[in-house]
């Protein structure tokens, strides 16, 4: 594959910028933070070139330019990359509420896709949303392909549909994090040292994945099979249930999606 420019590489852009690196794939990359900048030249590899300025890349081409900054510094930069790239190049955006509509404004003639992967990039495990714009088939297996090491490709049909996959499942990480601490500070509270309910917590992620790989059965199916009747769990299970645990991880997940249609407002009103 040609060689692909990294635009920002914080904490996404450093993710994807190893999986390249790990897959013997050509890139540069363009980081705004000198420290960054600094540790990233640090890393002295043959297939990475480091960008101080965008200065001098008018006729180079690049496969894929990857956008991996805050929404907040997305516009300009974009605006910047037509100023001073001229040729053609595919433009994948990373950004959350950006639109594909609202970056085509400014680079015309160049195809945009959007995607939303989360950290688990980082272990080949993410389920990333893509979308762009009537993918043809060869396309979509072309970046099927070049990205199959982020995971799995979720091909969405409507634009739209990014607000919600964006807050489930870019988020989604955080949201498991979320739960293990929950279960991690209730064993420390009941007398376990932080180390031992770090491990044991940790046990229960890895066993329930690894069940969850070897079972065709759907989570309700394995709910029931660690459930007795009349048991401990389902005391439990009954009273998380009673005081509305689904509504509320559900109301969580509908914030997330209202504010990244709050940035799409913002964005395209140029107003972030
Ligand atoms: N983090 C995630 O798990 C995740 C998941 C899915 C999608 N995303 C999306 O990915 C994007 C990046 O998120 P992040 O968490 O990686 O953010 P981040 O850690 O802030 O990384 C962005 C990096 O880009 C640099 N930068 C800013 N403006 C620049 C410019 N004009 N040219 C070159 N570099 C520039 C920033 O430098 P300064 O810090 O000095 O400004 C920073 O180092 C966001 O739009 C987010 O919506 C993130």
Redesign the pocket.
């Known amino acids: 594959m040609n060689e692909s420019l990294l ?7 450093r993710i994807i910028l190893d999986g390249f690196l790990s897959n013997s794939m050509k890139i540069s990359v ?4 000198q420290k ?1 900048q600094k540790t990233l030249k640090k890393l002295n590899k043959r297939n990475l070139e480091i960008i101080d300025n965008l200065d001098g890349l008018k006729d180079k081409t690049f496969k894929y330019i990857l956008l ?4 907040i ?2 516009l ?2 974009i605006k ?1 990359i037509n100023t001073k790239i001229s040729t053609k190049f595919i433009f994948v955006s ?4 950006l639109e594909t509509k609202k970056i085509s404004e400014t680079l015309k003639k160049n195809k945009v896709i959007r995607m ?4 688990l990039v980082e272990v080949g495990s993410s389920a990333t949303g893509v979308y762009t714009k009537s993918p043809s088939k060869i396309f979509k297996k072309e970046i099927s392909n070049n990205f199959s090491f982020f995971g799995f490709l979720e091909w969405l049909k409507e634009e739209e549909k990014m607000n919600f996959y ?1 807050a489930l499942y ?1 988020g989604g990480p955080a949201y498991i994090f979320y739960f293990l601490e929950i279960l991690n500070k209730i064993s420390c509270k009941n007398g376990f040292s932080k180390k031992r309910s770090q491990l044991m917590v940790e046990s229960l992620l890895h066993g329930t994945s690894k069940l969850i790989k070897n079972n065709s059965q759907n989570f309700s199916d394995i709910i029931e099979k660690v459930t007795s009747k009349g048991g401990t769990t389902e005391k439990a299970i009954e009273f998380m249930k009673k005081e509305k645990t689904y509504e509320k991880i559900n109301n969580g997940i509908r914030k997330a999606s209202v504010r990244s249609k709050n940035i799409t407002k913002l964005l395209n009103l140029e107003k972030l």
């Open positions: 635009l920002g590489c914080g904490n996404l852009g363009y980081e705004k933070n960054i991996c900054v805050k929404p510094d997305s300009s930069l910047e990373f950004v959350a509420g939303m992967p989360n950290i964006t870019g």
